[in-house]
C-alpha cells in the first residue's frame, strides 16, 4: 500500500549526480522515503527496462522523477534535481496520497 518512488537517470547525468549525491542520501530524506515509498533508481540507458520505461512515461529531460501507483498510474511527476527541502515537502504531499 505504497506509492512507488522512481528517479530516472543516466550515469553521465551532472544533475542527476548532484541530486543523488547530496539529496537522496540525507538522512532526513532517507527516513522519509524509506519509511513511506518504494524507492526505485532507474538507469534509463543501461538498464534492460530502462528505455521502455523512459518511452512509456514520456522522459524526455533527466533527472525525472515520478510517484506512480500499483497500477503504473503516474500520480505525480517533476522534472529536474530537486533541493532537499522541495523534495522533502513533495514527499510529504505523496505521503498523504492514499493508494487503496
Known sequence: NKLLFIDSYTSWCGP???FSANVLTDASVA???????INYK??????????GFANK????SIPTLFFIDGTG??????VGAQQKDSFLNWGRQMSEYSVN
Open 16 to 18: 542527476c549526480k548532484w
Open 31 to 37: 527516513e522519509m522515503y524509506n519509511k513511506n515509498f
Open 42 to 51: 532507474l538507469d534509463i540507458e543501461k538498464h534492460a527496462d530502462g528505455p
Open 57 to 60: 512515461y514520456g522522459v524526455s
Open 73 to 78: 498510474k503516474v500520480i505525480s511527476k517533476q
